[in-house]
């Protein structure tokens, strides 16, 4: 189910960018603890982010690939 916060809801498996950092390439988050999301980036490893502070844009890894 979505949240009722209005923002979108970060899972497992899901893909990201982090609009600060495109130079980190895209990423999988790997958790979701409250509003700390470990995700791990293509370019930059494993990051912690802080989701009240970044708002990761979701990707379409589909679209993504190549």
């Known amino acids: 189910m979505a949240s009722s916060s209005g ?3 970060l899972e497992p498996g899901a893909w ?3 609009p600060g950092q495109p130079d ?3 990423g999988q988050v790997q958790s ?3 509003g700390r999301v470990t ?3 293509e370019h ?3 990051i912690l982010v802080n989701a ?3 708002a990761l844009e979701p ?7 190549g």
């Open 52 to 54: 009240a502070v970044v």
């Open 32 to 34: 979701v603890v409250g």
């Open 7 to 9: 923002g979108s809801v």
């Open 39 to 41: 995700v791990n980036f």
């Open 59 to 65: 990707v379409d890894r589909r679209a993504a690939r």
């Open 16 to 18: 990201v960018r982090h």
């Open 24 to 26: 980190w390439g895209v």
């Open 44 to 46: 930059a490893g494993k």
